[in-house]
């Protein structure tokens, strides 16, 4: 194989995974203890539909959800996909704040969070528990974060390919200021 042959195979995979920043292929599986989580949240809820309350989503106007699909497809450990673990992130960041509150406001010890007691003290606590809760939290950050590292990993990879190395942007274009004295005025 020559150099040329060589330079357009590395070309092809640099552009092959720069293709790969929209992810959708990718598919994360819900671990263990998320599932164990979602299998709690839904005792709980099936509790309190029993006892002929109401439940309704935290912040009920919302478009978040209540969680009540969010928590089949954890207890099946269903692989989530790209979309899904961005909506779940968003989720859990606009939720976090609210649920730090209402377990300082109800004493929520650390040991009794995720727990069924826990759940039924709060139907907000019971909408973050159905969609993982704390361990899901975690999970979605890391496994978004690496992802996020690995793209960044590929940008910097294709900025070396372009010629520009390291912090020079994507090319090696050679981009001279105009020059003032050399434009045309219209009257």
């Keep these: 194989m020559n150099s040329e042959q060589l330079v357009r195979i590395y070309v092809r995979n640099l552009l092959s995974e720069a293709f790969e920043f929209s992810n959708k292929n990718d598919s994360f599986v819900p671990t ?9 949240a839904k005792i ?4 309190i539909k029993e006892s ?16 009540k699909r969010k928590v089949e497809d954890l207890i099946q450990v ?9 909506r779940l992130y968003a989720f ?11 377990r300082k406001k109800l004493g929520i010890l650390p040991q009794q969070k995720g727990s069924e007691e826990e759940m039924l003290k709060s139907p907000t606590i019971l909408a973050w528990n159905l969609h993982g809760g704390d361990p899901c939290q ?10 996020h590292k690995s793209n960044l990993k590929t940008k910097e ?6 010629g520009a190395g390291k912090n020079k942007g994507m090319g090696s274009m050679d981009i001279t200021m105009m020059d003032p004295t050399k434009t045309r005025i219209h009257k």
């Design 32 to 40: 263990d203890e998320i599932k164990r989580i979602a299998e709690r």
């Design 44 to 47: 709980a809820l099936e509790k």
């Design 52 to 67: 002929g309350q109401k439940f309704e989503s935290a912040e009920g106007k919302k478009n978040e959800g209540s969680g």
């Design 78 to 86: 269903v692989p989530q996909s790209f979309p899904e673990m961005k």
């Design 92 to 102: 859990f960041e606009s939720n976090k704040n609210n649920i730090a509150e209402e």
């Design 138 to 147: 975690n999970w979605v950050g890391e496994k978004l974060g690496a992802k």
């Design 157 to 162: 990879r294709l900025r070396i390919g372009g």
